[in-house]
């Protein structure tokens, strides 16, 4: 496998932090430093298994949790009172809460976006009102690279140990994955990707179909939703990026 995917869109290193905070409901000013680092490796490790070219900058952040974690273990200096002993984690933790605002107030401005766009200065067939009504029901978030990494170190973790070692040529490629997935979901509204991974015969075609995800996803012909966070990972086409039939008719 020979497939180097390039993720300008997904999240980094403190959305990772944040994701894990909010994943083991830890207090953000009281990170149990250990966890979280061991945590933070082994998304890491799936990262390095799937060659994402982010790899690196995920490297440095773990860097500076190792660096806290030693200091954490280090005995106090007995020279320094407890007021002047500042806490390795404060700058740490001063980032993170910096980052979340800003990310708190791009969610905001993105929904007013989203308001936005609903908001219709021209008379609309009922019909068509209708359909949106309907559509709005469905509430879903979007889930993120980190979900995506859970869900398949979940799956592969199902896969059991194959005790008969076989050489077997396996012929799967991102390519002919994205076809695939492409042609489900001609036939179905959406699939979990829990029934995608469950369908693949060994770990490396699992591997194959979640690059095949990030790529749909980055080239913005799919969406990974959930209906509720952490829950399980459905996919399904991304309505915007598609040319109506009509439109693809008169071209």
Same mark, same amino acid.
């Given at each position: 496998?020979?497939?180097?995917?390039?993720?300008?869109?997904?999240?980094?290193?403190?959305?990772?932090?944040?994701?894990?905070?909010?994943?083991?409901?830890?207090?953000?000013?009281?990170?149990?430093?250990?966890?979280?680092?061991?945590?933070?490796?082994?998304?890491?490790?799936?990262?390095?298994?799937?060659?994402?070219?982010?790899?690196?900058?995920?490297?440095?952040?773990?860097?500076?949790?190792?660096?806290?974690?030693?200091?954490?273990?280090?005995?106090?200096?007995?020279? =320094?009172?407890?007021?002047? /002993?500042?806490?390795?984690? *404060?700058? $740490?933790?001063?980032? %993170?809460? +910096?980052?979340?605002?800003?990310?708190?107030?791009?969610?905001?401005?993105?929904?007013?976006?989203?308001?936005?766009?609903?908001?219709?200065?021209?008379?609309?067939?009922?019909?068509?009102?209708?359909?949106?009504?309907?559509?709005?029901?469905?509430?879903?978030?979007?889930?993120?690279?980190?979900?995506?990494?859970?869900?398949?170190?979940?799956?592969?973790?199902?896969?059991?140990?194959?005790?008969?070692?076989?050489?077997?040529? =396996?012929?799967?490629?991102? /390519?002919?994955?994205?076809? *695939?997935? $492409?042609?489900?979901? %001609?036939? +179905?509204?959406?699939?979990?990707?829990?029934?995608?991974?469950?369908?693949?015969?060994?770990?490396?075609?699992?591997?194959?179909?979640?690059?095949?995800?990030?790529?749909?996803?980055?080239?913005?012909?799919?969406?990974?939703?959930?209906?509720?966070?952490?829950?399980?990972?459905?996919?399904?086409?991304?309505?915007?990026?598609?040319?109506?039939?009509?439109?693809?008719?008169?071209?």
């Amino acid at each position: 496998m020979s497939y180097k995917l390039k993720l300008e869109i997904f999240e980094g290193p403190l959305d990772l932090l944040l994701y894990l905070i909010k994943k083991n409901d830890i207090d953000i000013t009281n990170i149990p430093i250990s966890q979280i680092t061991e945590q933070y490796m082994q998304y890491i490790n799936m990262m390095k298994l799937l060659d994402l070219d982010i790899v690196g900058d995920f490297l440095v952040m773990a860097a500076t949790l190792m660096q806290i974690k030693s200091k954490m273990l280090l005995p106090p200096d007995p020279y =320094e009172t407890e007021e002047e /002993e500042e806490d390795p984690r *404060d700058e $740490l933790v001063r980032r %993170l809460n +910096e980052y979340k605002r800003f990310k708190e107030i791009a969610e905001a401005l993105k929904d007013k976006e989203m308001m936005r766009k609903n908001l219709f200065a021209r008379n609309i067939d009922p019909q068509e009102i209708n359909k949106f009504k309907d559509d709005a029901k469905e509430i879903y978030f979007e889930a993120s690279l980190f979900d995506l990494i859970n869900a398949l170190s979940e799956a592969l973790k199902k896969v059991p140990e194959e005790v008969i070692h076989e050489i077997i040529k =396996e012929n799967f490629t991102v /390519e002919q994955k994205i076809h *695939d997935i $492409l042609h489900l979901l %001609l036939d +179905e509204k959406s699939v979990s990707i829990t029934s995608l991974f469950a369908k693949c015969a060994s770990k490396i075609e699992m591997v194959v179909a979640f690059l095949a995800i990030l790529e749909l996803i980055r080239l913005k012909e799919i969406k990974a939703i959930q209906k509720r966070v952490f829950e399980d990972i459905e996919i399904m086409r991304n309505t915007d990026n598609m040319v109506p039939e009509d439109q693809g008719k008169q071209e």
